[in-house]
Nanobody
Framework: QVQLVESGGGLVQTGGSLRLSCAAS????????MGWFRQAPGKEREFVCA????????YYADSVKGRFTISRDNAKNTVYLQMNSLKPEDTAVYYC?????????????????WGQGTQVTVSS
């Protein structure tokens, strides 16, 4: 089992920045692919970005490319999401997810464990 706890969400103005963290406990964090997803009210949960077990392969959704950066620290069992140049359309609950597979994927159904989410609100 893997437990994931997100933190770092909040209210920020357009153009601002936030850094989300996802702390993992349980087995084999360093061998898992990790992902971030988000869900806005009335919309489906969508892929944001993902990172391989060693950080060597990273994928981003087109909507966040160049603004968001995913990273991980396996010594701390933590994955991060640095969000810059935030827009109102980035407003959502952000979820961290862990995959049993070491490679990253944008496929929501591939992830085996999910956190509770953290709210990000970008005001215009």
């Amino acid at each position: 089992q893997v437990q994931l706890v997100e933190s770092g969400g909040g209210l920020v103005q357009t153009g601002g920045s936030l850094r989300l963290s996802c702390a993992a406990s349980g087995r084999s964090f360093s061998s898992r692919g990790m992902g971030w997803f988000r869900q806005a009210p009335g919309k489906e949960r969508e892929f944001v970005c993902a990172i391989s077990w060693n950080g060597g392969r990273i994928y981003y959704a087109d909507s966040v490319k160049g603004r968001f950066t995913i990273s991980r620290d396996n010594a701390k069992n933590t994955v991060y999401l640095q969000m810059n140049s935030l827009k109102p359309e980035d407003t959502a609950v952000y979820y961290c997810a862990a995959d049993d597979d070491p490679l990253p994927t944008s496929a929501r159904g591939r992830y085996d464990y999910w956190g509770q989410g953290t709210q990000v609100t970008v005001s215009s």
